[in-house]
């Protein structure tokens, strides 16, 4: 299978599904949003993560909105990811807005019991890096949430659609890259935001995310 990958900006790559394709056989094709590259399609779409929000006024954010839409529509299987799960949750109608703080490190979720949390346990540390949040969309489900943020992961379409706010796919390097292009991030006095070190401490956790989003990206592609 081919699947789609819209990236909006260097430092944020797919990182560990990179790794479930290769280990499943899949092929990753990657569209650059940021070079205005078309917004194309296979198999399969994962819409990744970005500084940017849902609203700002980007050129290719007004296109990628319409062609998400219209992909969705025709009964489209997409995984999104921190801005590829606002713009999902803005695509099926719901709101996308400040949730009034940031959280950025590494900081637990809890699970709702679903299918596709199934297997995952009661809750797991994941790696998160967002301010923005979303309404559940009309008809989908809650999958994950903590205190900081109530609506962190949903399904949609029968499991079609699955979005999650925090980062599963957080490797050691995609770590380290968002930290160098993005550190002032961590300039904040909201109490969910870990620094700089602690968050390298982390590290010890990417490897059970990395198997919790495998399980999670196995079911997604067999939906």
């Not at 346990?121 to 890096?129: L, N, R, Y």
């Not at 160098?180 to 109490?191: F, Q, V």
Request: include cysteine; proline fraction near 4%.
């Amino acid at each position: 299978m081919t699947i789609s990958v819209w990236q909006h900006v260097e430092f944020e790559g797919p990182a560990a599904i990179a790794e479930w394709a290769s280990e499943r056989g899949h092929t990753l094709e990657i569209v650059r949003a940021d070079y205005d590259e078309p917004f194309a399609v296979r198999d399969a779409l994962v819409v990744l993560g970005g500084p940017m929000g849902v609203h700002d006024p980007l050129p290719f954010l007004s296109s990628e909105k319409a062609a998400l839409k219209s992909y969705i529509n025709r009964g489209g299987k997409v995984f999104g990811i921190c801005l590829g799960a606002q713009l999902i949750a803005d695509a099926l109608g719901a709101k996308v807005y400040s949730g009034g703080a940031r959280e950025a490190g590494w900081r637990s979720v809890s699970f709702a019991k679903h299918p596709l949390t199934d297997g995952l346990g009661e809750e797991a540390v994941v790696f998160h890096w967002h301010g923005d949040t979303f309404d559940l969309p009309p008809g989908a489900q809650l999958l994950a949430s903590n205190d900081a943020f109530k609506n962190q992961m949903f399904s949609a379409k029968g499991g079609k659609i699955v979005a999650t706010q925090f980062h599963f796919e957080t490797t050691r390097e995609s770590m380290e890259d968002l930290l160098e292009a993005d550190s002032g991030y961590l300039d904040s006095d909201s109490p969910f935001v870990q620094d700089f070190d602690d968050i390298l401490l982390g590290a010890k956790h990417i490897p059970r995310a990395n198997e919790l989003l495998f399980r999670v990206l196995d079911k997604w592609i067999k939906s």
